[in-house]
């Protein structure tokens, strides 16, 4: 791993794929059909690309029974106290609609109202991250939605959703769960079919065709972000333990080949060593060829003077996930501006966040945490403003507002306010 | 005005405007070269589209002194009176930041931090919008944003920006003015030039170069929603007074072609009252073509049974704006789930809000009101996660989370977490 001097440019934007031409017409082609056929296209395109003939592709009840006894009692014991934890967190996010009370009798507020419906991807593919499941359903849950939907393509060899997600998705408060994935679908989600009824919002990762599926149905309903790939920033003094930086390094690189793990120090004793570490772990790491391909593209570790410019560096950087191994690292909260989930100290390692504690793990990437958000209760929560004017209040202001709205030009504002003026002369009010 | 009988398609979705391939093209360019060349390009393209060239194009503060010259006093006063009842709303809406405090010592909890900085695009053409630079300014200036940009094409005929544009953004707070427009001005905003230094957030109306440009430069920047056509929606019983009714729909008709103006009532007397009022008003606007074309194609009077079921319209509809003109307008708040902005009873006619009360005029259109909200100060502000876990609370769960990494096939999780239970034993603690 390269050791790095501090320039101008510190920039760990990676290109996002934004899929081929032919990629994006195949989707559009997608949403089409299942937009014209509905269910019948959802099916042929199921059996055209993940080779599983559907018939009914709800989940029924006694699969998800099914899914509990294929998991030993403490993996499903341990899934359920990382959603407890999940959602006691995502708990204290919930703001409370408010009214201001005024002399004169009016009101202004702000109402907030939970979305009626989101759906939910899971994506399918080797593996099955039941955390994923955890942290797109639960905040919606806590936000107060309704209707909960998961898709999530079944596994080839089983034709089964893996028993994890599943019952993740059971514990987390899935409303209804629907075997299928891809571009499909994403738009029987946004439009609906004879089986789904469409939703409002639709979140979650998944390959180059949900996400375009996803661009495409945009506006249509909402969407989450389109995350980019991952990274991890650690920013450690020479109290920081070589071995340990190395390892929570490794752990974002084993992700994916475009993920991005940088240690910034002002120790030059650190830097060194956690080169030499991160060569030795990596060589006895399952997923090795990912992890190195990481490392050695998009590896770094910077040596600053100071700790103060080492902050700086991060703020520059803005990490998705920033661990701070130093001497006292709450005294750096303060000062650490951008950064989408902060880890603070030697036993809050990354995948503490990943799976456990309880804040999301869905996180702004590549930058974005400048101006982005974990994903949160909000998410899943809309304001109307509140507006009820007293006959005083409006009678003091009518001509003022008036006058604002003949300034831009636009007359038949101002005479909606006036015709009120009038009635009441004509009523003797 | 025609009255219709409810019927299963509520819709109000009116086509948001994609532009051609031609422009798409010619935004792509502008961008690339704004990039490329900086303010040489900024000048060249405004040169060429307005037909200014500009010199140095920051507005000084003897252009801004000249503004405040060029309005009456009593103008000046009502564009701070409406700042300030609007940076009051607004400073509801500051959430603050939080952290839990548990008895084994960790720390879990959300930071909120303001962007860095912000750039508003106010669009020039016939009319000059004040209104919307308070709209856009004031929210992100309460968020605690240091940096706020705005920018604006001059007028062809004075060379200027309008006085009351300027005015309005010297009272709202603008950090740095500068007289450019169209997907130039995004551009510059977006990568920066010589002149202006980028901001991390673009906000503001603007033409479709405009609107192709924020799309185009979003994950660059954040932006925020591209705005669709305007609407209005009023729930009314038989006691609204049809002439305010009919003057209220027109309001929102005289915006835009493809504005739409929607009365849902249980009255069939009002409907046929004020169908006939709008007919009348119509004939004396001075935007009477923009008016009537918006009302023969999006204008609609839906009689309902019941105002029950007039409500369960409106939830359907989910109007920008919505204004309840019925006896008890308070009573009916709770039943209303999809609305931008709710104008309660007589005294709050659309324009009250729209220039005067407080909330924000920007707000969700074209039936995006069930998964959107309007600008607030959340949209300047963006959240951190913050863990610290103790020692102790690290121990008692780090096999557990060890374990989820690795039922996700995540090894490098786990041995992250495990190196610190190694190296407790080594250093023998």
């Known amino acids: 791993m390269d050791i790095l001097k501090v320039t101008n440019d510190l920039s760990i934007k990676r290109s996002i794929d934004g899929g081929t031409e032919e990629q994006r017409q195949t989707v559009k082609e997608i949403i089409a059909a299942v937009r014209q056929e509905g269910d019948q296209a959802v099916i042929r395109y199921t059996q055209k690309f993940d080779g599983i003939l559907l018939d009914d592709y709800q989940v029924k009840a006694a699969e998800i029974d099914q899914a509990y006894k294929e998991l030993s009692k403490e993996t499903i014991s341990i899934i359920k106290e990382a959603a407890e934890n999940i959602r006691n967190y995502h708990m204290k996010q919930l703001q409370n609609s408010w009214m201001t009370t005024e002399v004169d009798g009016t009101l202004l507020g702000q109402k907030i109202t939970p979305l009626d419906s989101v759906g939910v991807y899971v994506p399918g593919g080797k593996a099955a991250y039941p955390s994923s499941v955890l942290m797109n359903v639960l905040p919606a849950k806590v936000a107060g939605v309704e209707r909960i939907v998961m898709v999530s393509p079944v596994e080839r060899k089983t034709g089964k959703i893996p028993a994890a997600v599943l019952v993740a998705a059971n514990i987390a408060g899935v409303t209804d769960i629907y075997k299928v994935g891809g571009a499909q679908a994403v738009a029987a989600l946004a439009y609906g079919t004879e089986t789904i009824t469409p939703v409002d919002k639709i979140t979650g990762p998944g390959n180059i065709y949900v996400a375009l599926a996803k661009r495409e149905v945009y506006g249509e309903v909402d969407i989450d972000m389109i995350a980019g ?63 190195s391909q990481s490392i050695q593209q998009f590896g770094r570790i910077y040596v600053t003077e100071t700790i103060e410019e080492s902050i700086a560096v991060i703020n520059t950087i803005a990490p998705e996930h920033l661990e701070v191994l130093t001497v006292n690292p709450l005294s750096l909260l303060g000062a650490i501006r951008h950064a989408g989930a902060i880890f603070l100290g030697r036993y809050s390692p990354e995948p503490v966040g990943d799976y456990f504690a309880g804040p999301n793990h869905v996180l702004p990437t590549n930058g974005t945490a400048r101006f982005s958000s974990p994903l949160n209760v909000d998410d899943f929560r809309k304001k109307s403003s509140i507006i009820y004017y007293s006959e005083s209040r409006f009678t003091a202001n009518a001509e003022k507002i008036a006058s604002f709205a003949r300034l831009e030009g636009l007359e038949a504002h101002a005479r909606s306010i006036e015709k009120r003026l009038q009635s009441e002369r004509k009523e003797g009010k």
């Open 229 to 291: 790939p991952s990274e991890i920033a650690i920013l450690a003094d020479d109290s920081a333990i070589p071995t340990e930086v190395a390892a929570d390094l490794l752990s974002q690189a084993e992700h994916d080949e475009m993920a991005c793990s940088i240690l910034v120090t002002n120790s030059e004793q650190l830097a060194n060593e956690v080169a030499i570490e991160v060569e030795e772990q990596l060589a006895t790491l399952p997923k090795y060829d990912i992890a």
